[in-house]
């Protein structure tokens, strides 16, 4: 039994310090792990951002050659005069100074009449085809081994350090 347990006691020991030995370059892979997460959702970003200006100006071409999308358009277009007419006679406006508030407050009106007549289809849950393509890819979740540390600085500071650890050990 003493034999056993100094055998057990012994192997024990071996693991810790395998265990110990692998912790710095565990400590890396956590760290490349979450650089590559970081840019892998600045990319998805990136991609779905252009992905879906092309599908807004596409769409809409598609949309707007429509027939129905004619009395839209006129409508939309009546609208926007009342808002530049308002704008050019009413006194609130007409003794504001600031030109970038004026076109500020401008937009504001014009996107409002957009959201008003599509406010109604926006909150439809059935609007999301079959087949979203990029704007359906889901961010990648942390996984629980990796490195809670989210500031990139401390970071890269942290992975020279253990680098630096490394090299010493190899090298003695």
Known sequence: MKSNAQESRDFSEEYEALANALKP??????????????????SLKTLKTLYVDYMLEKSAADLFSLPEAKIFLACVNHKYSEIEHEMNTSEIYVRMTDDEELASIKVRK????????ASKFLQDSSIEPENSGIIGFKEIKEHSGETRERNQLSLTRRKIEIQNGIDKRKSA
């Open 110 to 117: 014009e996107g409002s009449v957009l959201k008003m007549a």
């Open 25 to 42: 370059e565990f400590e890396l892979i956590q760290i490349d792990t979450a650089f590559a997460r970081k840019a892998h959702i600045e």
